[in-house]
Nanobody, 127 residues
Framework: QVQLVEYGGGSVQAAGSLRLSCVGS????????MAWFRQAPGKERDGVAV???????NYAVGVKGRFSISRDNAKNTLYLQMNSLKPEDTAMYYC?????????????????????WGQGTQVTVSS
């Protein structure tokens, strides 16, 4: 059974930083495309950042230059370094796994294709 568990959410002031982690189990982690999504109250779940099994990454326009996604396959862990946080980054952040190495579906962060999800971790940014 695939499990994804997120850590690292919290409350921070604008311009601050947070680092999210997602620890996976029950899958050959290094063969999967991994992504972070977020969902604010009353809004749809949107892709934030994605990294395929080859190390290629992609970001939502609003976070480029501020967020950085990385992975440690030896530890089955996905990371999201978030810098220069803004109040509009406030949301529940989810880790997700797409069970293929990469490709356009992965890098375009099409949420329905990501079949395994964590429970989410809340990030709140105050002005």
């Amino acid at each position: 059974q695939v499990q994804l568990v997120e850590y690292g959410g919290g409350s921070v002031q604008a311009a601050g930083s947070l680092r999210l982690s997602c620890v996976g189990s029950g899958y050959v982690f290094n063969t999967a495309c991994m992504a972070w999504f977020r969902q604010a109250p009353g809004k749809e779940r949107d892709g934030v950042a994605v990294i395929d099994s080859y190390g290629t990454s992609n970001y939502a326009v609003g976070v480029k230059g501020r967020f950085s996604i990385s992975r440690d396959n030896a530890k089955n862990t996905l990371y999201l370094q978030m810098n220069s946080l803004k109040p509009e980054d406030t949301a529940m952040y989810y880790c997700a796994l797409y069970p293929y190495r990469g490709g356009s579906t992965c890098l375009s962060m099409r949420a329905p294709a990501f079949v395994h999800w964590g429970q989410g971790t809340q990030v709140t940014v105050s002005s």
